[in-house]
């Protein structure tokens, strides 16, 4: 019998944590598989990777190996470390798995797809490492909305122009690109396209904010997921010049997930934003940013 162990790990795990530890999950279920002379065709590890996502590295290699039929075997310590997703258990364990041969364990729950009758208790540990999820999202959207309410920036990055303050939640002005965010604003106010400005930051081997957080040492990624253009293009500027954040007013919450389980991100309308003034130090004056506004808006009548 050929057996493939996987172990997961995330922060979701909370207090768990350590005990749960990959090496931990690892040692048990080798010596599980071992006593009862088990061939070990892989072991198959995510860390920090929650256990509602499908998009798991080790994860999707093992259900390519599994429909290939190259193990017979699944084990794991848990059903949750599998997936704490419902849709998921019933996929993989109640109708692939079966479909390819492959039998699943998870030990420290006693579920075995070879025992007859174990099959509701799969389906309510499912159902119950699923509320525990919903339970969890439901409370950390919480505590970031009451954060997000006092004028706390909780955003992984900045935004251009800003720094992280040592104290938590607050944005300072980053000098260097806060003097790029006032040349856009004069520029535009004195009659230069917001392609003509492009040009001029392009050609002048000015970094934009993409390349520009990358030269300090930010782990930042493009959305779009393309390599890194050091080109200043027309939405990059454009974001820029009707950002009211510009003038001391923290706004967040514009886009959320409609669910915990969803990977897509809708936008919100602005009465559901979370806006809170005189936060951080202005880099343009509120007038200015007026001004520009009007001028945008004239401009697209």
């Known amino acids: 019998m050929k057996c493939a162990i996987y172990c997961r790990l995330s922060k979701e795990d909370g207090s768990d944590h350590e005990s749960e530890s990959i090496q931990n999950q690892k040692s048990l279920l080798l010596k599980y598989a071992l006593d009862r002379d088990w061939e070990i065709f892989n072991i198959y590890s995510d860390e920090d990777y929650s256990g509602i996502s499908s998009k798991r590295p080790a994860f999707s290699q093992l259900i390519n190996d599994a429909e290939s039929k190259r193990f017979d075997i699944v084990l794991c310590k848990t059903q949750s ?23 699943f364990i998870a030990v420290a729950d006693n579920a075995d797809t070879a025992v007859k009758g174990n099959k509701k208790a799969r389906q ?48 300072v002005p980053d000098p260097e690109a806060a003097d790029i965010v006032r040349r856009i604003y004069t520029l535009y106010l004195s009659g230069n396209s917001i392609y003509a400005i492009c040009r ?27 390599s890194f253009s050091s080109k200043w ?47 951080h130090e202005a880099i343009i004056a509120p007038d200015i940013f007026s001004a520009v506004q009007e001028m945008i808006q004239s401009k697209r009548q």
């Open 200 to 226: 001029i930051l392009s050609n002048e081997n000015i970094p934009n904010p993409a390349t520009y957080k990358a030269q300090k040492g930010e782990a930042f990624r493009p959305s779009t997921g393309k």
């Open 81 to 103: 470390r599998f997936t704490r997703d419902m849709e998921q258990v019933e996929k993989y364990i109640h109708k692939l798995f079966p479909l390819w041969g492959i039998r």
């Open 233 to 279: 293009n027309k939405t990059t500027v454009s974001r820029i010049l009707t950002n009211e954040m510009y003038t001391g007013v923290m706004i967040q919450g514009r886009r959320r997930k409609p669910s915990y389980k969803s990977d897509y991100i809708a936008s919100v309308s602005r009465d559901e934003w979370f806006i809170v003034e005189n936060t």
């Open 124 to 171: 309510i540990a499912g159902l119950v490492n699923e509320w525990y999820l919903e339970d969890l999202s439901e409370n950390i959207r919480s505590v970031l909305d009451h954060k997000r309410r006092q004028g706390l920036f909780i955003g992984s990055f900045p935004l251009y122009g800003y720094a992280k303050s040592s104290e938590k939640g607050r944005l």
